[in-house]
Structure formats: structure tokens, C-alpha cells
T-cell receptor, first 113, second 115 residues
């Protein structure tokens, strides 16, 4: 069973426009959410996170929105740049004794110049 | 990904051989996590270790796979008698404390190919 879902395997956006990547989760015990970015042949790198006590967190061009009632979060990138082309993983953790992080399957973003 | 060192970057093994994947966490990090990425799939949790202890191995296949994080030296993910289905990218991450809020730093991964 997939606890973190990213239903769009891929997304193409024009440079300068907004990229919106979506993520849904099923486990209501998740209380911390993260986005990671991954280039080919490299490991994932941390992008931005949000705690369940917030509904928005912003860092430069990146904003994450959390809708707990809908069990949905989204990552907004504005303006999108060609260097943003990568696979984006949504991830979540549950407040257990060790806060294991569960990743979604990823969305491949292509930003077209 | 500077700081978390994984080696080798690429590993080719014949069916039935053993694969040993190494992970040196960032300095000061005592928590290590192993993830596997199968082709066209996301990252699947395998095991969480602290120094000399396995905390959670719920994602590890029941047979042939083992992991350790000794007091001295890197963490090792060991796969015995590899099969073609073990071909994947294996990523190690480390953190300075327990929990996602500390942030995981990932290595560049080891790409295992079983022929």
C-alpha cells in the first residue's frame, strides 16, 4: 500500500511559469512533510519541509502548501527555471519513536526554455 | 550530496555472488538509513541504524539482505546470493539526530547491476 502518492509521473512547464507538483497521503498520523529533488545519477537533495501545525512554508522560489483535511500537499515553484528540471519526491514521516520517512514515487519536472 | 560517501558508485555482480555496499555518513551523524530505488519507482525504505544497533529493518527482504553500522567504519549493506531483481540504485542517508526534522543527507548512491 502506497502511503504517499504522486499521481503525476511527469510535468512540463515553460520557463518563467509556475510549476505545481501535487502529493496525497493516506496516513493521518503523518506530521512532517518534505520535498526532495533528484538529478539523474545523484542522490536526492532536501528542498523544503513543513510541519503539520502549519499550512504553508516558503523558501525563495519554493512554497509548500499543506491541506491536512484533504491529506494533500503541493509544491509551487515560481518562476520555474530550466535548472529545476529534475525528479521531485514528496515524503512524509510519522511521529513514532524513530520518524521513518516514507517517499512517494516522484514526479519528473521538465522546464522548457 | 557532499558529506555522505557511498562506494562503489557502480557494482556489477553475477547471479549468486555477494554484493557489499558501503556508506560513510557525514561527520557527526550517527543515524543511517538505507533506501532502494528500483527502475521507474520511488525510494523504498529498507533499514534504519544507529551506531552498532539496527533500529528498524522493516523494509529489508527477509532473506539474503543484512545491514550493519559498526562502532568504527562505514555502514555496510550486504546482499548475499544476488538475483536479477536486486538490480537497483541503493541510497544511504544520514542525519545528526533521530527524526525527519533533522534532515536527511543522501549519498550519490550505488547502482547495482546483477548479470
Amino acid at each position: 500500500d502506497q502511503q504517499v502518492k504522486q499521481n503525476s509521473p511527469s510535468l512540463s512547464v515553460q520557463e518563467g511559469r509556475i510549476s505545481i507538483l501535487n502529493c496525497d497521503y493516506t496516513n493521518s498520523m503523518f506530521d512532517y512533510f518534505l520535498w526532495y529533488k533528484k538529478y539523474p545519477a545523484e542522490g536526492p537533495t532536501f528542498l523544503i519541509s513543513i510541519s503539520s501545525i502549519k499550512d504553508k512554508n516558503e523558501d525563495g522560489r519554493f512554497t509548500v502548501f499543506l491541506n491536512k483535511s484533504a491529506k494533500h500537499l503541493s509544491l509551487h515553484i515560481v518562476p520555474s527555471q530550466p535548472g529545476d528540471s529534475a525528479v521531485y519526491f514528496c515524503a512524509a514521516s510519522e511521529k513514532t519513536s524513530y520518524d521513518k520517512v516514507i517517499f512517494g514515487p516522484g514526479t519528473s519536472l521538465s522546464v522548457i526554455p | 550530496n557532499a558529506g555522505v560517501m557511498q562506494n562503489p558508485r557502480h557494482l556489477v555482480r553475477r547471479r549468486g555472488q555477494e554484493a557489499r555496499l558501503r556508506c560513510s555518513p557525514m561527520k557527526g551523524h550517527s543515524h543511517v538509513y538505507w533506501y532502494r530505488q528500483l527502475p521507474e519507482e520511488g525510494l523504498k525504505f529498507m533499514v534504519y541504524l544507529q551506531k552498532e544497533n539496527i533500529i528498524d529493518e522493516s523494509g529489508m527482504p527477509k532473506e539474503r539482505f543484512s545491514a550493519e553500522f559498526p562502532k568504527e567504519g562505514p555502514s555496510i549493506l550486504r546482499i548475499q546470493q544476488v538475483v536479477r531483481g536486486d538490480s537497483a540504485a541503493y541510497f544511504c542517508a544520514s542525519s545528526p539526530g533521530k527524526g525527519a526534522s533533522y534532515g536527511y543527507t543522501f549519498g550519490s548512491g550505488t547502482r547495482l547491476t546483477v548479470v
